[in-house]
T-cell receptor, first 116, second 112 residues
Framework: EPEVTQTPSHQVTQMGQEVILRCVPI?????FYWYRQILGQKVEFLVS????????KSEIFDDQFSVERPDGSNFTLKIRSTKLEDSAMYFC??????????????FGPGTRLTVT | SQKIEQNSEALNIQEGKTATLTCNYT??????LQWYRQDPGRGPVFLLL?????KEKRKERLKVTFDTTLKQSLFHITASQPADSATYLC???????????FGIGTKLQVIP
């Protein structure tokens, strides 16, 4: 069964450093997403991406964050200058269609980001 | 703004019993509610979707109801098994948007 994959599974970085989290969405999916989950808290939406541009973003997704689809398979989340409060599990997701809540989003296993 | 509220306390039930989890929403009735399962350190896994105009939806041992009068959705697992132990998330997607808004989740523990 096709699945979303993410690398690395765990990333440790120092405050102020840039990190890039990588995702390979399911191959025929058109919509891509990033979510984060701080330990013990809700899963929170960050951004959705379609047709090579951001289609929706939350207030969390400020200028420190960016997303890119550098080739036909990868989808990346970059945090330019990490803060301690960026420590969380980051989930990538993808869906065949978007803009309609009936379309299921498939989540990856997550990357645990630890900022020290 | 719309809020999704779940009982964040853990629910412990005996194997074979029916587990019932509650999701309440505030303000306007969401067009759709989704239920996900999340295991520790893993991403959410979609289970069921119910539309506002549907009273009930079933999938194998799972059943979801939607009561717009009570502003509530109930999620049932019948004949529960220890393998059903996980956190179950209620989620809302607004029509025309892609953002999924999750509740905090309810941790279910099925005791053998």
């Amino acid at each position: 069964e096709p699945e979303v994959t993410q690398t690395p599974s765990h990333q440790v970085t120092q405050m102020g450093q840039e990190v890039i989290l990588r995702c390979v969405p399911i191959s025929n999916h058109l919509y891509f997403y990033w979510y984060r989950q701080i330990l013990g808290q809700k899963v929170e939406f960050l951004v959705s991406f379609y047709n090579n541009e951001i289609s929706e973003k939350s207030e969390i997704f400020d200028d420190q964050f960016s997303v890119e689809r550098p080739d036909g398979s990868n989808f990346t989340l970059k945090i330019r200058s990490t803060k301690l409060e960026d420590s969380a599990m980051y989930f990538c997701a993808s869906s065949e269609e978007g803009g309609h809540p009936a379309y299921e989003q498939y989540f990856g296993p997550g990357t645990r980001l630890t900022v020290t | 703004s719309q809020k999704i509220e779940q009982n964040s306390e853990a629910l412990n039930i005996q194997e074979g019993k029916t587990a019932t989890l509650t999701c309440n929403y505030t303000n306007y009735s969401p067009a759709y509610l989704q239920w996900y399962r999340q295991d520790p350190g893993r991403g959410p896994v979609f289970l069921l979707l119910i539309r506002e105009n549907e009273k009930e939806k079933r999938k194998e041992r799972l059943k979801v109801t939607f009561d717009t009068t009570l502003k509530q959705s109930l999620f049932h697992i019948t004949a529960s098994q220890p393998a059903d132990s996980a956190t179950y998330l209620c989620a809302w997607v607004r029509g025309g948007y892609q953002k999924v808004t999750f509740g905090i989740g309810t941790k279910l523990q099925v005791i053998p």
